[in-house]
């Protein structure tokens, strides 16, 4: 385990290793490991100091990231756009490659990590794109989602697909709350958003 927790990530918690990891945390780290991701990026090293919170959380993660009907460029398409509207470095440093990969265009990708404002339609290639962004600025910004929007969305998608989406909306928020509290990092490079003020 000591050499799987040897990452380039980097916050606020103490590091976990063989000497000081519990049981139960290590039962939770190993499954982690065993899943879909094959390791311990992102929120997981924060989650892991309560590791029935890390347990629940990283199945749900694997469905949202690797389950759900949407593919995989919207999926990581609706993370980016949580990504950037937390302002959370890790989630955007890890995503971001592999939105890019899944096929999200960089012009897309450079307008999410420029800032969207509320009303600001950004350059989507595909309407699927435009849809999944306009539903998470719905949801970020009036917490609501008009009945036209949800039909368009039910339309496109089908419903099921929706509950998902709203899933990994909601999941990835969870994330990103995560990395900001604790001060994840990933690597010592330029970070993509600039860090706000702290609070006094």
Known sequence: MKQE?????????????????SPEQRRVLDAILRGPRGNLDGPFLAWIHSPELADHAQRLGAFCRYGTRLELRLTELAILFTASWWQ????WQIHEPI???AGVSASLIEALQEGLTEDQEPDCERDDEALV???GRSLYTTRRVSEALYAEAVEAFGEPAVVELIGVFGYYALVAMTLNVFEVRRGDGPLPFTEPPTPG
């Open 133 to 135: 962004v306009r539903l």
């Open 99 to 101: 939105a890019r990969e």
């Open 88 to 91: 959370s470095q890790a989630e």
């Open 5 to 21: 927790l040897d990452m380039s990530i980097t916050s606020r918690l103490p590091a976990l290793d063989d000497a000081t990891a």
